[in-house]
């Protein structure tokens, strides 16, 4: 078996990236703080430019300290800062982008150090507006926005929610986790723009009766994270995904399940809604979702009450092997699966390699990853068997959805 790391074009792409956060005067500026850590613990540059408005909100020493880079203010107190920042940066971000700089950027107005930045760039410029919801909705705001989108902008957001001036509407700054999401989508490459692909996540949930059930311990972490990966690289993603307590990931379109025979039914209709408006079937199925082998075959509609005649006598039946169904219906799609075992990883998983009529297994051990943030991975094909060192769950998801494009790649 052969053992590697994982190749650097596995990394993330906010690694190394030299991002410039333009920060104009909104109260949303307490919460780019946050923005500026999360790029840094993912490894990237963060070189911050600041309006004099921003200032009244959080100082420029706040930033320093956080991104430990001099913080740039004034339009003539460093030289030709906007060109150099402009030069050397990866992604440019405006956040909060009031509706004040919005409208100068949309009319390419240079009148302070962030604008002449902005309008210095030839890399990728994201504005992130943060304001009242009369502002946001008003006409001139919403020509501005148009007119950044033709010009090549990137707008993520805003949000609905509880505004600062006390109302609730459209607005609000979507939340800082977000925006660095957002910021490794537009970094990473796109070698998936214009496929489709279906992501099973998640464990299922065999009801008992209407209170308990059979089920495992997955977290759906790995599935989430690989549909979140697949997206960043350009796909169109649905995650039909059981019961757990994760957010979709941005820009994917989630099914929620509750049983095998749930998901089983979710997939066909996803395959079938995206065959109807592609004309054509859906390019790639990643069945991550940890199945419950068998349900109950007799499970009641009351709950099970303790009597003397002991123990209720449950009868299982086995569940639908959703993969290996799929894959043999479908025989147009590439299809991944996952085996998540105990022992002899790589030999099991090249026994479903075949049996499931898939062009990849990963396998993984269930006793290590079940609950952890970690993950190591087995990737088996025709071709032979890989093995990864331990890496973080979102880093695995990675590594599968570049070998995924490579399999879409052969399969053209």
């Given amino acids: ?14 690694s ?40 009244e909100f959080v100082t420029p020493l706040t930033f320093e300290a956080l991104s430990g880079e001099k913080v740039h203010v004034g339009q003539f107190c460093d030289g030709i800062a906007h060109i150099d920042l402009a030069r050397k940066a990866d992604l440019m971000i405006v956040a909060p982008a009031t509706a004040n700089t919005l409208a100068k950027i949309a009319a390419g107005l240079a009148d302070n150090l962030a604008t002449s930045t902005v309008l210095a760039a030839a890399c990728p410029v994201a504005v992130v507006p943060a304001m009242n919801v009369n502002m946001w909705r008003a006409a001139p705001t919403q020509r501005n926005i148009e007119r950044l989108r033709q010009d090549g902008r990137l707008v993520w957001g805003p949000a609905a929610g509880e505004l600062a001036c006390g109302t609730s509407g459209e607005g609000r700054m ?20 214009g496929r489709s692909a279906i992501v099973t996540a998640g464990p299922t949930f065999e009801a008992i009766d209407p209170v308990r059930a059979v089920t495992n311990l997955s977290s759906g972490k790995q599935g ?8 960043s690289l350009g796909a169109e993603v649905t995650l039909i995904s059981g019961p757990t307590a994760l957010a ?14 749930d998901m089983q039914s979710a997939l066909e209709s996803a395959a079938s809604r995206i065959r109807s408006e592609r004309g054509r079937e859906v390019d790639l199925f990643v069945s991550v979702a ?8 007799n499970a009641s509609e009351s709950k099970l009450k303790k009597s003397e005649a002991g123990l209720p006598k449950l009868e299982l039946t086995e569940n639908p092997d959703i993969l290996a169904t799929f894959a043999a219906a479908h025989p147009q799609v590439v299809c991944v699966g996952f085996a998540a075992e105990t022992e002899n990883v790589a030999e099991h998983a090249r026994v479903k390699l075949d049996k499931k009529h ?23 094909t025709a071709a032979g068997v890989e093995s990864l060192a331990e890496m973080s769950k979102a880093a695995c998801a990675r590594s599968i959805a570049l070998r995924c494009a490579t399999l879409l790649g052969a399969a053209r």
């Fill in 1 to 14: 078996m052969t053992h590697v790391t994982a190749p650097s074009s596995f990394a993330d792409p906010l």
């Fill in 16 to 55: 190394d990236a030299d991002i410039v956060l333009i920060v104009s005067g909104g109260i949303a500026c307490y919460k780019v703080c946050e923005c500026v850590r999360l790029l840094k613990r993912a490894g990237s540059r963060v070189r911050v430019v600041m309006t004099e408005a921003a200032c």
């Fill in 174 to 193: 979507i939340e800082p986790a977000q925006i660095v999401e957002y910021a490794r989508s537009a970094l990473s490459p796109k070698p998936l723009a």
């Fill in 224 to 231: 989430y994270e690989v549909a979140r990966a697949l997206s």
């Fill in 248 to 261: 979709a990931p941005l820009g994917v379109h989630r099914v929620d399940v509750r049983s095998a025979c």
């Fill in 290 to 297: 940890a199945v419950c082998d068998w349900r109950i075959q």
């Fill in 358 to 380: 898939c062009a990849m297994i990963v396998g993984n051990d269930a006793r290590k990853a079940l609950g952890s943030e970690n993950n190591a991975l087995v990737f088996v």
